[in-house]
């Protein structure tokens, strides 16, 4: 996101950009353990064949099929999130509207439509009462899929023909024909997307304030491992672990940069002073 940004050197963008691909390749063994585990369970639940488990898998279940989605749009997100980091792409996608197309497939998607699914267990589980009509929560996932879809593969089209972003395109007079069709579907993506979201809140009102309690108590789910978790060494399994690496990473990628633009800073630049 900062390659064509001032001040940068390049040598730091290069560390970015390593470093961007090196989340890439832990992030494909959690996408191959994800689906893995599915195709596990889907199999246990009598599918068959190279995709018949995909339609064994609970899809009539709020929170599952929504987690499902969410995790059918990251995928294309990730996809965009690699575009992103090649640098010579980079020059032709930056701060046009592909950047956000990308992140409403992950923030807007994976993030956010995760956290509907699972509230569809959790709400219920913690209030004591039972989902608001299961069957319309499963429709609510599948609209934010289906506007989401609509609404980001316009914005990366868009991007990819120019369109900036941080700009109300409808008021600017240099809009190309081109991307009018485009943000005709951005458009119609952001509305089933507004419809996905207010059936979302009316789901989750009228579950909180029904009097309809749960008619049988909810049990947290539990995986179970498919090999002995003894077999994990120990020091995978502690926090300090993962947090010393996370703030080393932090201080390598900002760090050096952080320090140069303090010890740099005119005082006697617009917005400079501290006091």
Do not use: C
């Amino acid at each position: 996101h900062q390659y064509e940004d001032p001040g940068v050197p390049t040598t730091w963008k290069y560390i970015h950009a390593t470093l961007t691909y090196a989340v890439f390749f832990p992030s494909m063994l959690t996408a191959f353990t994800v689906v893995a585990s599915l195709e596990h369970a889907g199999r246990k639940r009598g599918g068959q064949g190279w995709v018949g488990w995909i339609r064994a898998l609970p899809w009539g279940n709020p929170s599952v099929s929504a987690q499902l989605l969410a995790g059918v749009l990251f995928f294309f997100g990730g996809i965009s999130g690699i575009t992103n980091a090649s640098y010579n792409l980079n020059l032709v996608l930056h701060n046009t509207a592909w950047v956000p197309g990308h992140f409403h497939l992950t923030v807007a998607s994976a993030v956010t439509l995760s956290f509907m699914g699972i509230s569809y267990w959790l709400v219920p589980y913690l209030t004591g009462k039972q989902l608001w009509k299961p069957k319309w929560a499963v429709i609510q996932g599948w609209i934010w899929f289906v506007g989401m879809l609509v609404f980001s593969n316009a914005m990366h089209v868009v991007g990819l023909l120019g369109a900036p972003r941080r700009v109300p395109l409808g008021l600017a007079p240099y809009v190309p024909e081109e991307w009018s069709g485009h943000l005709l579907r951005v458009g119609i993506g952001g509305a089933i997307l507004f419809v996905g979201v207010y059936l979302y809140v009316v789901i989750m009102a009228a579950t909180v304030f029904s009097k309809a309690t749960a008619t049988e108590k909810l049990e947290v789910p539990r995986a179970e491992a498919m090999q002995d978790p003894q077999l994990t060494p120990g020091w995978l399994d502690r926090w300090a672990t993962w947090l010393v690496g996370t703030i080393a990473l932090i201080l390598i990628a900002y760090g050096p940069q952080l320090i140069a633009k303090i010890t740099n800073l005119s005082l006697n630049a617009p917005g400079g002073r501290f006091f």
